[in-house]
């Protein structure tokens, strides 16, 4: 099983990553979990010229670098570790590229798709949880335990995070489509809710897959 969390930065995916993973190993299955951009050295040295670069990177070169890390990902360590039965967990996927660089970045949502299509090998996720959050809140969040003005031009934000209100609009906007067309898949989750509650949320959707 694939299952995948989607959600602008600061929205709490990473925390319920890990509260699934401990779920799931608990009730006796393997769970491997990975995160986009990276998972295996060229991803992660992609990830580090995706994020960190203070260069520019124009929009079409930005979704074919973030398309060569995931085929890296998928070929390499995800469809070996589905063929064994693992559940994989993934911070982010395909769904992030239709939000960010479609809607975010206005790029034709129909390349998109058939860019999604070559660098997935077709995989799809199973399940798909969508932490909705505003990108204020998400803002608000990420700087609430530090004494940091809240902008997006922050020195403690990196190169997508640095992109700004309107283009985190448009992101939560795909994302809200996304979900709008595919709500079989994707589960959308209010993201001010407590991590607790979120977490409940997640595991009885995932026993109703099962029953």
């Known amino acids: 099983m694939l299952i995948t969390f989607e959600g602008i930065d600061g929205a709490g995916k990473s925390t319920q990553v890990v509260k699934l993973k401990r779920h799931l190993q608990e009730i006796g299955r393997e769970v491997l979990t990975l995160r986009e951009p990276g998972g295996t050295e060229v991803a992660e040295n992609i990830r580090e010229l995706l994020l960190q670069s203070k260069h520019e990177i124009v929009p ?25 039965g693992i559940v994989v967990i993934l911070d982010r996927f395909s769904d992030s590229t239709t939000a960010y660089q479609g809607y975010g970045r206005g790029l034709s949502l129909e390349l998109l798709d058939e860019v999604n299509r070559i660098a997935t090998f077709g995989l799809r996720p199973d399940l798909t949880f969508y932490l909705d959050i505003t990108p204020e809140d998400a803002l608000i969040r990420k700087f609430s335990e530090k004494s940091i003005p809240l902008a997006f031009d922050s020195g403690e934000l990196d190169r997508m995070e640095s992109s700004g209100l309107d283009f985190y609009d448009r992101v939560r906007d795909g994302y809200l489509a996304l979900h709008d067309s595919q709500k079989e898949r994707i589960m959308l989750i209010d993201a001010l809710l407590s991590p607790a509650s979120i977490h409940d949320l997640i595991v009885r959707r995932l026993d109703l897959l099962k029953s």
Request: hydrophobic share 65%.
């Open 60 to 84: 079409v070169a930005e979704l074919l670098l973030f398309a060569a890390s995931r085929a890296e990902l998928v070929q390499k360590v995800i469809l070996p570790a589905l063929e064994q």
